[in-house]
């Protein structure tokens, strides 16, 4: 499991991508036109409340979107690859050998009745036709590279006998066992307490430098993201409204809901007694979806051209992007109210 770390060269571009849901009420722009890099090697966060189109996102990479969802513009390019073009055979080779998921809840996706033994031999076999000795070499190799002790013996165990932590690391070697360039976690700690969740982790973060694999990290949780990531990406109702460095998200938040989710976020240092600071109003309706900046009716500096026109990203610094008019310079400003 080599893959060489590469800061300069990208690996995964997504631009301009575009999800819909065509459902009896009306078209619901899932994600409404997303950009951004990873180069190989990279931990990218993309966090953002529920229901913000982060895991559309996902699926759309991976080619799981299912009816009536669909991808309606922009492009995906992987390793120079056009992924939106990819016939049957040639997705199955992708998510098989250089792009592997591991979701939210562990017990959807182990199946009860097959030991975990089974099941990791299984999931190496359908990609690489080795015999069934050195399959299972490489599946105890996975449950000791995620932790899990005695392996011979928990090879032959079924997914009841595993406590949720546990798991969560099956489904971890699972997705590593094809040693995928990129790993796309989607919310792979939400399901666990807290504790269990610090481990998986950094569980994470020493695979990452052992194998040097680039990772997306979905979570609703900006905590998370400090602990493990290089950039960030926040979602808004299917828009990024804010991306940089984790840095830049950190300590020059420029975005009004990136700076409500920061002020929301438990800290550890935290007196027992402080109250969190929530986003006050009501996500979006996504199948009405405002007018202008999505985040304009919950914030508290909207203007009226916020309600009107949708802004763009502006660059705020190296590499540090953030969708808000208050940011606009005086022209910019301008230029939208006489368009
Ligand atoms: N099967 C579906 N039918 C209609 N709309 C859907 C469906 N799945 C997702 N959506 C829409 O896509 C939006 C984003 O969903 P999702 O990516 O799952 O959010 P997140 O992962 O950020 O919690 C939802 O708010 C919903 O409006
Ligand atoms: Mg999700």
């Known amino acids: 499991m080599e893959n060489v ?61 299912q009816s009536p969802g669909k991808v309606v513009g922009g492009t995906i390019t992987f390793e120079g690859e056009d992924v939106l073009s990819y016939n049957k055979k040639q997705l199955q080779d992708f998510r098989g050998n250089r792009v592997s998921m591991i979701f939210q809840n562990p017990m959807t996706c182990l199946n009860p009745v097959y030991t975990i033994g089974d099941q990791l031999i299984e999931a190496v076999r359908v990609h690489h036709k080795i015999p069934k000795n050195q399959a299972w070499a490489k599946a105890i190799e996975m449950l000791e590279l995620v932790g899990i002790n005695n392996p011979d013996k928990r090879m032959k165990q079924f997914p009841h006998e595993f406590s949720g932590g546990m798991r969560q690391r099956v489904m971890i070697a699972m997705g590593l066992i094809c040693d995928p360039k990129l790993l796309i976690a989607d919310e792979p700690t939400t399901a666990l307490d807290v504790t269990i969740q610090a481990q998986i982790l950094e569980l994470m973060k020493e695979i990452q430098k052992k194998t040097g694999m680039a990772i997306i990290f979905i979570t609703h949780n900006l905590g998370v993201v400090a602990e493990i990531c290089d950039k960030v990406a926040v979602m808004y109702a299917g828009h990024i409204v804010e991306k940089g460095l984790v840095d830049d998200i950190f300590y020059q938040p420029k975005h009004p809901y990136t700076i409500g989710l920061l ?71 301008e230029g939208a109210v006489n368009e």
């Open 5 to 65: 770390k590469n800061e300069e060269k990208v690996l995964l571009e997504v631009n301009d991508l575009r999800v819909s849901f065509f459902t009896p009420a009306g078209e619901v722009k899932a994600v409404g036109g997303i950009s951004y890099n990873i180069n190989y090697g990279e931990v990218m966060g993309i966090v953002g409340e529920s229901g913000s189109g982060k895991s559309v996102e996902a699926y759309s990479i991976m080619g799981l979107l």
């Open 263 to 333: 002020e929301s976020m438990p800290r550890i240092d935290a007196d027992e007694y402080e109250r969190l600071i929530p986003i006050s109003g009501t996500p979006v309706d996504m199948l009405n979806p405002p007018a202008g900046c999505p985040f304009g009716p919950r914030c508290s500096h909207c203007m009226k051209l916020c309600l009107r026109e949708t802004p763009p990203l502006f660059e705020v610094g190296d590499g540090h992007y953030s969708a808000c008019w208050l940011l606009a310079k005086e022209e910019a400003k």
